[in-house]
Each structure stands twice: as C-alpha cells, then as structure tokens.
C-alpha cells in the first residue's frame, strides 16, 4: 500500500512546503512544483521494512502451529486429503515513521518526531529546501554508525505534539502520559557533556536477585527440564530488567508541567506580553499554564467539553481567542484566558452531508489562516473526506464552505504570506476515491494524489485540486493497508465509549466516523 504524506508544515514566508512520508522528510517549492531535497531515519537507510515468515520463534523452537501438525500426524488424526500446513501471519517490524512535524517560524529550523524510537529530530534548513542534521552528538542508536548517530534525542514516552515557542529557541513536548518538556533547539556542547555524565550512576549493575538457578545443564538430561531450566532462565532476566533503574536521558530537558491525564493537544498563546502554555487532555480539560519558567502556574481552565479534546488552535489575527475540537459534535470558540466559552457550532450537520452514516465525529485538526477580514479555520475530521472552511467573526465560528476531497485528510496548511504569490492550501489525504483525470501537461508523468494544492478564488477555495505534484517512491511503499489504518488513524480511540454511550442514550459508537469495529484500539498503547 502506497504511504501517504502523514504530516506537513510551512517553511517560514516563502513557497517552500515540508511534508513527511513514511521514514522521511521531503521538502517541494509549490511555486515550481519541484522536488528540493529529501531527509531519511538513519535505520530507513540501514534497511527497508521486513516479514517475518519463519516457522521457528527466537529460541530454536519450532512453532506452535508446526508442533501440533505432527502431533496430529502422529495420532493418525489427518485423513483423506492431506490439509496445507498453516502458514504464519507475516509480522511487520516497526518502522520510525514520523509522526509530528513543524517547523521554527522563520524557517531555520525543522522539528520532527519519530514514532517507534520516539526521538526528537532537530533539522537545519538552508533557506532554499536543503534539510540537514545538526552536529550536536548524542547517545548511540540502532547499532548505527556514530557519524549517522550522534543527531537524535529519545524521550522516555512516545510524544503526542510537538510545538515551538515564539522566539525560536525551545521545544515543547507533550506525551501521553500527561507530561510536558522543554528542550532546547539547538542544545550547546557544555549541557550535554554535563547530561551525559549526570546519566552515569544509571549504569551501575541492578542488584542481585535474591533467587539462583542451582541447576544447569549438567545436572538436566531431560528435554522437558532443559525447557523449564530456559523458562526459569527468562524469568530471571525479565526481573534483572524491571529492578535495574531506568538510564537518565543523556541530553538536556525539562519537565515544566503536567496533567493527571493523557495529554492529546497542545499550543501556544501570549497575552500582554505574557507568554502562556494550553494543553488538552483525554478527560475534556483544556488547562492555560503560564509560559516558561512558570508553566506549573494554572491561570484557568476552559471546561464544556463531554468528550476528549484531540485539537487546539489559536486564530492568527485573534490571539486572545482558542478553537477546540474533538469527540464532540461541535467546534468550541474560546476566551482561553477568561476560560470563558463564547460560541459553539455544529459539526456533526457538515459532516452529515459528506457521510450521511455519520452519527459522531473525531476531529484530527484545526489550522487557522489570516484572511482580509480576520481569521478563518479550518477543520478536519477522521475518515471524513473533506474540510470544513469557517471564519471567525465577532466571536463567533460562522460556516464558510466544505472542501471535498479524493481521500481522507491527514494534514493541512495554508501557505501564505509569500513573496508575489497567491495563497494556497495543501492537504495531505489518504486516497480512498479514484482521482479525476487532468488534462495538464503533467497527466501523463506519475503524480502524488496524496498531496493536493488548492487555489484561493474570491472568498473561498477552488473546488478542484491544481496540478498535483511529482509521486515519489518509497521504501515503505509495502506497507499492509491494516497496519497503515492503525498508524493513520487513531483518534477515534480516544474516545471513553462505555461513559459516553451512556450520556447518548441510543446513539453508538458504531455510527463513529473513523471506527470500523467495536474493538477500539486504546490510544495509550500507542505510547
């Protein structure tokens, strides 16, 4: 199964657009509508996706499915036909995709997330669409060369959103144990020197089990004892692991605050000069923090929310004013420092006229852009084949337009403020209808449905799509379409269904956009 563009992002006030793809990063001028330059993980390059389709497990042993074929055979239970030997479920290895993206706001710097190892990836970016690692070296990773190593920071828990503060110069991380870091952008040389050798005394040997093995193989003939001396064995090496402490993360951060929940969303505000942090949790808390050094300060909370809040979002031109979204039917308009809710409105009704089915919604993201009038928004939802356009005026969200789309939204970004060029809306989907056939020069080179560019006409955008872009190949192109769902969409499972099922009465969570069975997956997981 072809990967679709995951995550995207402006490069400062230029044409230039970011967008990840599997393992990488790829950087395209939408002037021009060419390829600048492209980023790998370093374990991409050592190698591509894997199956594990071997019939023996890691200790020797034959499979279970094998062993009880040649019991059966033994017992005389096969007759008539001989039966096809099961064959094992091919098992994918997981890859480090990334997972989050952004980037400093004059462009100088990419931050990126990678899921599996869970690393934090500061990337220079020369102006013109060059990405590079910076040098500042870090621990070992993958058994990777250290020149391809030294460029990584792994956090403890798998983050949930990434932003960067308004003077370019710290990263803030959430994840979904409720936690939130700071790391600086480009660390210095003498702080991580000073983290590594903090991270020493984490090395020391765990204690000794009070427990010893006083048999071995010497004194155990039997094939059933030399099995239950490997198991004793294991058992052993699994408790040395759970006493040893935990090794101190080698490189400078900072927890400044943290929820009693899993956190889901994240975003930056400043008031009077004031910076200040807001942060979204599973349990319908939308929590304002004051900004570093005082983030455990909690100026306010925003509460009306009934379901998990998966998305916050700032206005450009109305700073002071917050839009909310989530397992709720309906986007919330806020004064995030009064903690004063001013307006909601209806999503479900503009979702119901795209999937008619439809009876609750995820909402995977809200992207605000400056328009002459003042701020527009725009909102999309798990397995909704659309965005929905509306515009903030005089504290309220009025609905603009629907923007139909040949697949699933992943992404979006607006690219404005460029030199001598219009606006323009990117929107990385996951194609689930067959594209219409363009009659532009470029129909006959392979292009990339799974990135579309949209022309602002008058007040709105174009209904149709422009020239796509150039396809690009990856390794990960193999990708089975089950483990793609699970890695594509996982908001849905955030939601509490036996708690709020009971709040609805009839309504199911199986009239949900974006949960294909009852057996949601539960997002911490993930982490």
């Known amino acids: 199964m072809g990967f679709p563009y995951q995550c995207l992002s402006t490069l400062g006030e230029s044409t230039i657009l970011c967008g990840s793809k599997g393992t990488n990063i790829y950087t395209f001028?939408?002037?021009s509508r060419t390829l600048l330059s492209s980023w790998s993980h370093p374990f991409s390059r050592k190698g591509g996706l894997k199956v594990d389709s071997n019939s023996e497990d890691e200790t020797g042993e034959e499979a279970p499915e094998k062993r009880a074929g040649e019991l059966e055979a033994a017992n005389g239970k096969h007759q008539g036909k001989n039966r096809k030997p099961k064959q094992p479920a091919p098992r994918l290895q997981e890859q480090p995709f990334v997972i989050l993206i952004t980037a400093t706001s004059d462009g100088k710097h990419v931050v990126a997330v990678t899921g599996t190892d869970k690393t934090v990836w500061v990337l220079g970016h020369d102006g013109k669409g060059g990405l590079k690692q910076l040098s500042q070296r870090y621990e070992p990773v993958l058994d990777l060369p250290e020149t391809v190593s030294d460029f990584r920071r792994?956090?403890?828990?798998?983050?949930?959103?990434?932003?960067?503060?308004?003077?370019?110069?710290?990263?803030?991380?959430?994840?979904?144990?409720?936690?939130?870091?700071?790391?600086?952008?480009?660390?210095?040389?003498t702080a991580a020197s000073e983290g590594s050798k903090?991270?020493?005394p984490a090395s020391t040997p765990a204690p000794q089990s009070a427990f010893t093995l006083k048999a071995n193989e010497f004194t155990v003939h039997s094939a059933r004892n030399l099995r239950a001396l490997e198991d004793q064995r294991k058992a052993l090496q699994l408790q040395a692991a759970k006493d040893t402490p935990k090794e101190a993360p080698s490189f400078e951060h900072e927890l400044i605050l943290g929820h009693v929940s899993m956190l889901t969303a994240l975003a930056i505000a400043s008031s009077g000069g004031k910076p200040y942090i807001l942060t979204a949790d599973r349990d319908e808390h939308i929590r304002v923090s004051r900004g570093i050094p005082q983030?455990?300060?909690?100026?306010?909370?925003?509460?009306?929310?009934?379901?998990?809040i998966s998305a916050l979002c700032i206005p450009d031109s109305q700073p002071e004013l917050l839009v909310s979204g989530g397992g709720d039917n309906e986007l919330f308009l806020w004064n995030w420092l009064a903690g004063k809710l001013l307006y909601k409105v209806d999503l479900l009704v503009r979702v119901q006229e795209v999937v008619p089915d439809a009876l609750k919604i995820a909402v995977t993201g809200i992207h605000s852009y400056h328009t002459e009038r003042g701020s527009s928004v725009i909102a999309m939802c798990e397995r909704v084949p659309a965005l929905f356009v509306l515009e903030v005026q005089d504290n309220a969200l009025v609905y603009v337009q629907t923007l139909n789309l040949s697949g699933n939204p992943l992404d979006a970004v607006v690219i404005s403020n460029a030199e001598n060029q219009p606006p323009r809306l990117a929107a990385s989907v996951d194609p689930v209808i067959p594209a219409i056939a363009d009659d532009s020069e470029m129909a006959s080179d392979p292009v990339d449905q799974s990135l579309l560019l949209f022309s602002m006409e008058g007040d709105s955008w174009a209904a149709k799509p422009d020239v796509p872009l150039?396809?690009?190949?990856?390794?990960?192109?193999?990708?089975?379409?089950?483990e793609l769902d699970k890695l594509l969409y996982a908001v849905e499972s955030l939601r509490k269904t036996n708690v709020e099922d009971a709040d609805d009465g009839e309504h199911s969570t199986k009239g949900s956009v974006g949960q294909e069975d009852a057996d949601s997956r539960d997002a911490s997981e993930a982490a």
Do not use: Q, W
């Open 470 to 482: 150039p396809a690009i190949e990856t390794s990960d192109e193999n990708l089975a379409r089950p």
């Open 295 to 308: 983030a455990y300060v909690i100026e306010n909370f925003c509460l009306g929310h009934k379901a998990f």
């Open 29 to 31: 001028d939408i002037a």
């Open 198 to 200: 903090a991270s020493t």
């Open 154 to 189: 792994a956090m403890h828990k798998r983050p949930s959103a990434i932003k960067i503060t308004a003077d370019g110069k710290t990263i803030l991380c959430v994840d979904k144990f409720g936690d939130v870091y700071s790391l600086p952008l480009v660390p210095s040389t």
